[in-house]
C-alpha cells in the first residue's frame, strides 16, 4: 500500500515524492511483492520493516508538518 500510494504521490507531486528517503527503492519493492518478480526472502522484508519504516515515517511526519 505504501508503495503504490508513493508510486502516486510521484505523478501527482514529484517535489514531494523527492522528500522521502529511498522512494525508488519503495516502489521497486512494492512492485516486486505485487507482481511476484522472484522470490522474497523473509529476512529481508524483516529487516526492511525493522530499519526502513522507521525513517519513512520520520518522512512522512516532516512532509506532513511542512504543510
Known amino acids: 500500500m505504501i508503495g ?5 504521490l510521484c505523478k501527482i507531486d514529484p517535489h514531494s515524492a ?3 528517503n529511498e ?4 516502489i521497486g519493492f512494492r512492485n516486486q511483492l505485487i507482481h511476484g518478480y522472484g522470490v522474497i526472502k523473509n529476512e529481508i522484508t524483516w529487516d ?3 530499519s ?3 525513517v519513512l515515517l520520520q518522512d512522512v511526519e516532516r512532509l506532513l ?3
Open 52 to 54: 526502513k519504516l522507521p
Open 18 to 20: 523527492e522528500q522521502i
Open 48 to 50: 526492511i520493516i525493522e
Open 4 to 8: 503504490k500510494a508513493l508510486s502516486q
Open 65 to 67: 508538518a511542512d504543510k
Open 23 to 26: 522512494w525508488r527503492r519503495i
